[in-house]
C-alpha cells in the first residue's frame, strides 16, 4: 500500500534527538486515513507524538476488511525512492506488480519486501479472486545514506524464520530476533516481528538494550511490559531493554518493530524519503514526466499523479520536537 494522501505534507525526522534512551511507555493512537474508495487505514507512523521506530519510518495497519463482495485492495503505480516497503499479511492475499516485471501474489506471513533504492514504482492490488477477509500492515523502512542510490529489487520470501517459546511464536521478518534472521536484506541494524500469542499465555521477548522498540497491536487482547494495547495502536518503548514482558488476555497478534536509532534527519513526502526538498521536488518532476521511475506493466488503471508540494518551503528543525 502506499501513502494516498492528496494533501501530503513534509515530514522531517531521523536523528538522535527524537530517541528516547531509556525505557518509556508511550501508548500511540492511530490516525484513520482512508486510501482509494473502500480502504481506511489506521497510521501509527509518522505520528504526532513519534515518527521513526529505529529505520522504521512508516506504519499502517488495515483491516480485518470483508472484502468479499468488494475489489479491495486498488493502489495504483506509484513511485517510491530511499526506502524499503515491507507488505505483512494476517488475512487475504495483495498482488504487487513493480516497474522492474515482478509479479508476485503475497500472502499471510510471507515477507514482500521491496527495496526502492532511488527509485521503483509499484501497483499492489486485491486479486479478482480473493479471500473474504484482507488484515494486514505496510510498512517502510528508511535507506540510509550509504545505501539509498542501490538498485531497485523486489524479495518474496515465504520461509521465515520462528522462534518459539510457551505461549509464544515469533516470525522474524526483518533483521534479528533471539539470534534467528530473517533473509530479507536489510540495510541498518533492524528487527521486525510477528508475535503470535496464546490466550492466556506469559512470555519474555530478549532484546536488544541499543535498540529503540514499539509493539504494534493487530488483534486480540495482550498486555506489553504491562499496558493493554488495543489492536490498531502501538506502544513506544525506547531503549536500555534487555528483555519484553508479553500477557495475553487472548489469543493475540502483535508485531515488534525496533532497530537502532537512525542518526540521520530525513525529509519524507508522499512515497518518497530523501535529504532535502530539493530532491522531492526533483522526484516529483522525474515522476510527473515519466522518466526515472520506470513503468508497472499490466495494472488495469492510470499511475497516481503526485500532490502538489506545500507552498511554504522546508524549514530546518531542531533536535527536539
Ligand atoms: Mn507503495
Given at each position: 500500500?502506499s501513502n494516498l494522501d492528496r494533501q501530503a505534507a513534509v515530514?522531517?525526522?531521523?536523528?538522535?534527538?527524537?530517541?528516547?534512551?531509556?525505557?518509556?511507555?508511550?501508548?500511540?493512537?492511530?490516525?484513520?486515513?482512508?486510501?482509494?474508495?473502500?480502504?481506511?487505514?489506521?497510521?501509527?507512523?509518522?505520528?504526532?507524538?513519534?515518527?521513526?521506530?529505529?529505520?522504521?519510518?512508516?506504519?499502517?495497519?488495515?483491516?480485518?476488511?470483508?472484502?468479499?463482495?468488494?475489489?479491495?485492495?486498488?493502489?495504483p503505480p506509484h513511485p517510491h525512492m530511499?526506502?524499503?516497503?515491507?507488505?505483512?499479511?494476517?488475512?487475504?492475499?495483495?498482488?504487487?506488480?513493480?516497474?522492474?516485471?515482478?509479479?508476485?501474489?503475497?500472502?499471510?506471513?510471507?515477507?514482500?519486501?521491496?527495496?526502492?533504492?532511488?527509485a521503483?514504482s509499484?501497483?499492489?492490488?486485491?486479486?479478482?479472486?480473493?479471500?473474504?477477509?484482507?488484515?494486514?500492515?505496510?510498512?517502510?523502512?528508511?535507506?540510509?545514506?550509504?545505501?539509498?542510490?542501490?538498485?531497485?529489487?523486489?524479495?518474496?520470501?515465504?520461509?521465515?524464520?520462528?522462534?518459539?517459546?510457551?505461549?509464544?511464536?515469533?516470525?522474524?521478518?526483518?533483521?534479528?530476533?533471539?539470534?534467528?534472521?530473517?533473509?530479507?536484506?536489510?540495510?541498518?541494524?533492524?528487527?521486525?516481528?510477528?508475535?503470535?500469542?496464546?490466550?492466556?499465555?506469559?512470555?519474555?521477548?530478549?532484546?536488544?538494550?541499543?535498540?529503540?522498540?514499539?509493539?504494534?497491536?493487530?488483534?486480540?487482547?495482550?498486555?506489553?511490559?504491562?499496558?493493554?494495547?488495543?489492536?490498531?495502536?502501538?506502544?513506544?518503548?525506547?531503549?536500555?531493554?534487555?528483555?519484553?514482558?508479553?500477557?495475553?488476555?487472548?489469543?493475540?497478534?502483535?508485531?515488534?518493530?525496533?532497530?537502532?536509532?537512525?542518526?540521520?534527519?530525513?525529509?519524507m513526502f508522499w512515497n518518497w524519503?530523501g535529504?532535502?526538498?530539493?530532491e522531492i521536488e526533483q522526484a516529483r518532476e522525474d515522476w510527473t514526466n515519466g522518466t526515472r521511475f520506470?513503468?508497472?506493466?499490466?495494472?488495469?488503471?492510470p499511475p497516481l499523479p503526485a500532490p502538489e508540494l506545500p507552498?511554504?518551503?522546508?524549514?530546518?528543525?531542531?533536535?527536539?520536537?
Open positions: 500500500m515530514t522531517v525526522c531521523g536523528g538522535r534527538g527524537f530517541v528516547v534512551a531509556e525505557p518509556v511507555r508511550e501508548l500511540l493512537s492511530p490516525r484513520r486515513v482512508r486510501l482509494g474508495e473502500s480502504t481506511e487505514v489506521r497510521r501509527l507512523l509518522p505520528n504526532l507524538g513519534r515518527r521513526m521506530v529505529g529505520a522504521w519510518a512508516f506504519v499502517d495497519h488495515y483491516g480485518p476488511d470483508d472484502i468479499a463482495d468488494e475489489p479491495g485492495m486498488q493502489v530511499g526506502l524499503q516497503t515491507v507488505s505483512w499479511l494476517h488475512e487475504g492475499e495483495v498482488l504487487h506488480r513493480d516497474s522492474l516485471g515482478s509479479l508476485r501474489t503475497v500472502r499471510p506471513r510471507e515477507l514482500g519486501l521491496m527495496t526502492s533504492g532511488r521503483i509499484h501497483s499492489e492490488e486485491s486479486p479478482r479472486d480473493h479471500a473474504r477477509l484482507l488484515h494486514g500492515a505496510q510498512l517502510w523502512v528508511a535507506l540510509p545514506d550509504a545505501h539509498r542510490q542501490v538498485a531497485p529489487h523486489f524479495q518474496h520470501h515465504t520461509d521465515l524464520p520462528v522462534v518459539t517459546a510457551p505461549g509464544l511464536a515469533a516470525t522474524v521478518i526483518l533483521g534479528t530476533l533471539d539470534g534467528a534472521v530473517s533473509p530479507g536484506t536489510v540495510y541498518t541494524p533492524i528487527t521486525g516481528a510477528d508475535l503470535s500469542l496464546t490466550g492466556g499465555g506469559e512470555a519474555r521477548l530478549p532484546l536488544e538494550p541499543d535498540f529503540e522498540y514499539a509493539v504494534l497491536s493487530m488483534s486480540g487482547e495482550a498486555e506489553v511490559d504491562g499496558v493493554p494495547v488495543l489492536p490498531g495502536s502501538m506502544l513506544y518503548l525506547g531503549c536500555g531493554r534487555t528483555e519484553l514482558p508479553l500477557r495475553a488476555v487472548s489469543d493475540a497478534g502483535l508485531m515488534l518493530l525496533g532497530g537502532e536509532p537512525f542518526e540521520e534527519e530525513i525529509v524519503i535529504r532535502s526538498q530539493e520506470g513503468e508497472v506493466k499490466g495494472y488495469d488503471g507552498a511554504t518551503r522546508l524549514k530546518p528543525r531542531g533536535r527536539m520536537r
